[in-house]
RNA sequence: GCCCACGUAGCUCAGCAGGUAGAGCACAUCCUUGGUAAGGAUGAGGUCACCGGUUCAAGUCCGGUCGUGGGCUCCA
């Protein structure tokens, strides 16, 4: 038989392995870097004989994502090696590979420690040094209940049942034996640039009713090296903690006498908010809303007519005003559909845009609750449009346009995903197919790459999520565009049509940075603490070397000030390299130098927060430099912006 | 909510076989007037998260509560 490989044709024997194909074809250097080989789709173990039909043998490389993949998932069988014979008792369950690693679930009667860690990794880097094959095997399913049911792995036999099927390929190295798709790399030794990273408790099947099992989480690559540059990441992601930064810069505290999940702003944090929200504003305004605004608690009829008292209680908070009973607002969709509807609405009417930055509440569980990613107060840029089913699309086009010109500014990476009908969903086929379309075909129209999650939508309709990422990778859901049919129903919205009649608007309820909070926490990550002129709380700080040059030094600033800078002036008896620390460690993008020779000259020497110096220049110079610096990002990304009220 | 870990001065962290707390930075006062990432001296700061228990004695052991962190489930 023949097949390419690397672009050669090779002539072969029968019940070759695709590693002796891959190794007569590529160099000795290309194939030692090669884990597992591909045909079309399907990964193949090395030891595997050429499949029937196969024409072009590929060899996967260790480095690539695949490879990885691969690496990471035979470690995992790795660490449940030595688990089991470190633990005998432990049952296995699933262990697959995820980005940056793998991990493994058990079954054990006690949480491992950080000991117990070292010991299975200890474990692990003695099996790779005994470089165990790994071998495939298939069974049928008979004869693999009683294998495993005779170890007391009652997990396994629930995954087979699952899974269906009658035969099942399983994996062996040394004495381990686990029911496995593979494929593998073929020896231990191949594996070793793995660390385990910790432990946690994850249900079973991800089911919190179900039993709660001991998961070991641990990172795997290709080489020792790759495997430091993964951990030196991990190290400076945490140096960009927003968190940790949070504190550092002074932007926001949170109090164990307050509560969990509630954050307190102080001046710098509450100052980069108001910027953050002013920008928003006349962005708005720019683009056809209207800002409304409506109180934070309504009475608790209005949520049961909502459906959120049915379906939402849980996430809420109530109190009593006149025995009357209230819920505190998790949305602020309420308020705006009573705006709606306090008047009757003409077709010329729509779309009508709603603005505004609403503070919510939810009841979030305590043991998610994360820095300022995951509060129980926060506000969101909330927007709700109210229009005809037929500019439905058209708006939709216009929402994301809208989204992608606020990451541009941001400079943000941001994944883009589509959620459609789940199973427990309410209103029509026609309902959810017009709006599923008109959101598919809104990002198709845009030409944008997004990913599709079936049956992830709301329950009143399907959703364009917008996911960041942040330092450590983590994505966060930011943005969401969702179409919502039961609103307008329940609350019985309705415009007059050209022909006099009432016909039942669309509802889209939508948010661009989601929560102000939360896209700080991120824009704090994303940054490292520096930001960007525009949203820097102190835009440039004067330094003084002396106490000569404080009367200079305060006109100076007033001169900055009027060209609408935020400036501040340190006149304090320090010495200068001690004031350019602190300005360096609080992240201020200018510092503007001034002893005897910048005051005679009526000058100012400019340093900035990093790269060169521009030294020496006049004070008019040194705002419009700074000046142009704020406006910069408005103009790369087409936009204006005044900042008039700041 | 569940599993595990943690909670010592504003911040970062020491402390121990259970015998009533320590450093650096920050802060205050004084000396110093010094050109681009920390000048010096002195001082003030803690009911060791909170509540209860064991003990002659608890920051140190045990239980609970609150909070924080890593995950699970959920989510902006």
Wanted: one cysteine or more.
């Amino acid at each position: 038989m023949q097949i390419v490989v690397n672009g050669k044709t090779l002539e072969l024997a029968e019940g070759t392995t695709c590693g002796e194909v891959l190794k007569e074809a590529l160099s000795k250097k290309q194939f030692k870097n090669v884990v597992v080989a591909r045909c079309e789709q399907t990964l193949l173990d090395l030891s595997a004989s050429l499949p029937t039909g196969c024409s072009e043998l590929f060899g996967v490389r260790a480095d690539s994502e695949e490879g990885l993949a691969v690496i990471r998932h035979s470690t995992s069988h790795l660490m449940a090696e030595a688990v089991k014979k470190l633990f005998p008792e432990a049952k296995v369950t699933i262990g697959p590979s995820i980005k940056d690693g793998f991990y493994y679930d058990f079954d054990y009667e006690r949480p491992f420690t950080p000991e117990d860690l070292q010991a299975i990794e200890a474990e692990m880097l003695s099996s790779v040094g005994a470089d165990k094959p790994f071998i495939r095997s298939e069974m049928n399913i008979k004869e693999l209940v009683s294998l495993f049911e005779a170890q007391g792995e009652s997990y396994k036999t629930e995954i087979m049942q699952d899974l269906g099927g009658e035969n099942f390929s399983l994996y062996t190295h040394g004495e381990f034996t686990d029911l496995c798709r593979g494929p593998h790399v073929e020896r231990t030794g191949k594996l070793g640039a793995f660390k385990l990273l910790s432990v946690a408790g994850a249900y079973w099947r991800g089911d919190e009713k179900k039993k709660q099992l001991q998961r070991i989480y641990g990172t795997a690559w290709d080489s020792p090296k790759a495997l430091k540059k993964y951990l030196d990441r991990l190290e400076e992601a945490k140096k960009r903690d927003h968190r940790k930064l949070g504190t550092q810069l002074d932007i926001f505290s949170t109090h164990e006498e307050i509560g969990g999940g509630m954050i307190l702003w102080h001046p710098k944090g509450a100052l980069i908010r108001a910027i953050l929200e002013d920008f928003e504003k006349k962005e708005h305004l720019k683009r056809g809303y209207d800002l409304v605004q409506g109180p934070l608690i309504l009475k608790r009829e209005l949520w049961e007519k909502s459906g959120h008292y049915d379906n939402y209680r849980e996430n809420m908070y109530f109190t009593e005003i006149d025995e009357a009973a209230y819920g505190i607002k998790p949305m602020n969709c309420l308020s705006h559909m009573l705006i709606y509807k306090s008047k009757i609405r003409s077709y010329r009417d729509l779309p009508m845009r709603m603005f505004e930055h609403g503070i919510v509440h939810r009841h979030e569980k305590s043991g998610v609750l994360h820095g300022l990613m995951r509060v129980r107060s926060f506000t969101q840029d909330d927007a709700h449009l109210i229009c005809r089913p037929d500019q439905l699309q058209a708006e939709i086009i216009t929402l994301i346009g809208f989204v992608r010109d606020i990451m541009k500014l941001f400079d943000f990476d941001y994944v883009l995903e589509l959620s459609t009908r789940p199973e427990k969903s309410i209103g029509s086929d026609e309902d959810w197919e017009r709006a599923t379309n008109s959101l598919r075909g809104a990002l198709d129209n845009l030409g944008l790459d997004y990913r599709v999650n079936e049956g992830d939508g709301a329950f009143y309709g399907p959703k364009i999520d917008v996911h960041l990422v942040d330092a450590l990778e983590r994505g966060w859901q930011c943005g969401t565009i969702q179409c919502d049919f039961t609103l307008p129903e329940r609350f019985d919205l309705v415009y007059v049509g050209e022909d006099g009649k009432q016909h039942r608007p669309v509802m889209i309820h939508r948010t661009i940075l989601g929560s102000i909070e939360r896209f700080l926490g991120i824009l704090i990550e994303h940054y490292a603490g520096a930001f960007p002129a525009w949203l820097a709380p102190v835009q440039a700080r004067i330094l003084t070397v002396t106490d000569e040059q404080k009367e200079y030094a305060e006109q100076v600033k007033q001169r900055l000030e009027a060209s609408g800078l935020r400036v501040e002036a340190d006149l304090r008896n320090e010495k200068l390299g001690y004031k350019v620390r602190e300005a360096q460690v609080e992240k201020i993008p200018y510092m503007l130098i001034i002893g005897d020779k910048e005051k005679e000259a009526g000058s100012v020497n400019m340093r900035i927060r990093q790269g060169e110096d521009p030294g020496l220049m006049t004070v008019e110079a040194a705002a419009e430099l700074i000046n142009a610096a704020v406006r910069k990002p408005f103009l790369d990304g087409g936009m204006s912006y005044s900042f008039s009220t700041i």
